[in-house]
Structure formats: C-alpha cells, structure tokens
C-alpha cells in the first residue's frame, strides 16, 4: 500500500495544478476556441498516460473536432465522425464515460480501431461534456477525448478524475461561449452603426444633387437596392466610393 503513495500524490497535485489552470480560464475573457483549446491541453497534463487529446463536438451540429493537442490525431477522430459510430460519440450519446483498450472494440468499431491502430493508439478514454443552461436542459456539447500510446493507461482513478475535470471544463466552455456571443454582438452594432452613417452620408448627397427629401432620397437607394439585389448598406458604400473616386 506504501508504495502506491507516491504515485497517488503525485496525481493529486496534477489535478491540483489542472484546476489551478481551469481557473486561469474562468477568469479570462478568451473566445470560444481558445477555451476548447486550453480545456484539451490543460486535460493533456493532467492525465500522465495522455499523448493527445481532442475534443468533438455534438450538439446541433454534425460531428467535429473543435480543439486538439497534436493534429495528427484527428484522423482517429475524422474515421469517427464519418462512420457515425466510436468512443467520443458513444460518450457524447450516452452520456457516460467510455475507457478501454483499442482492441476490446476492433468489431464494434472497426473504423476507430484501424485509425487508431495506424497511429499507435492503444488505450483512450472519451467523457461528456455538457453545458448547463438555466431554465432549461443541459446542452450537450460533445466529448473529450484521451489517447494514449500505452495499453494499460486509464485506469479507474483517471476517469473519475475526467468526470469531475469535464464538469469544470464545461465552465470554461460556458464562459467562452458568452463571451464570443458578447463580442459578435458588438460587432454586429458597430456595423450596423456604420452602415447607418453610409447610408445617411449617401442620401445627403442624393438630396443636395437631385433637390429632393430625405424619404425620396432613400426611396432612391432601395430601388437600386432591388434591381441588384443587394443590401442597402452596400449600394450606399458603393455610392460614397464613386463620388469619393470623382473628386479625387
């Protein structure tokens, strides 16, 4: 039992120094993808038998891979998604953690089992990830990913440790998620706003050159905008470009 402490500790103060990284990603403002990518390489060090991880996403969309540690794994992933059957998706579908051997399911998934193979994975692991959301169910975002070169890896105490890692990551992701909405909020004002100036710049210029009101004037560019069939805003930048290039 002695000898098993050293290692037991050690394992402990990786977890201790993965969480100690998930907070880091709390705190910051990150967009949605360098959340995914800080969740799977903070995974990678938390779990020593880890050579890669990935993470696939679910949800509303078709199967993809969103974040990894080395790309040479995703074809492992991309066999998966394409079959529509393997460990990440079983995780994701089940809602349970999936661990075990590259050979245990060579007839299940024959498909994961030869990429995997090809690359010399011999163990991984796949567990859940969801957002909570409140009001409502959870949203099921996908899986994490671990593989592993090692037949023995991913043991027992691994995947409790990814079960509570993936209800902390979904944080991270939930934090990321909010604020690349926030951020494309603000950009989708700050065109809209420049486009409102486009637009009123432009039927100035239509009033003073064809003496008419600012209704006839805009009236103007959305006739034009329906004989191209283009948006407004793009006939009045097209416009304040010609009479900028005129008087050039």
Known sequence: MDTDKPDALERLDLTTEALAGLRDIFAAEEPLATALERVAVTASRLIPDADA???TRLGRHEPDSVAWTDERYLEID???HAADRGPCLEAARSLRPVRASTNDHREQ???FSAAAERIGVQAYLSVPLLLEAEGRESELVGA?????HTAAA???FDEALMRLFSVAATQAISNGARWQQSRDQVRNLEIA???RAEIDQAKGILMAVHRCTAEE???KLVELSQRRNVKVRQIAKEFLDSVLQDSS
């Open 78 to 80: 991309k066999h998966q």
């Open 109 to 111: 998934w024959p498909e």
């Open 154 to 156: 991913f043991d027992p």
């Open 144 to 148: 994490l990913n671990l593989y592993s």
């Open 217 to 219: 004037a805009f009236e």
């Open 193 to 195: 706003l420049a486009s």
């Open 53 to 55: 991880v990935t993470i």
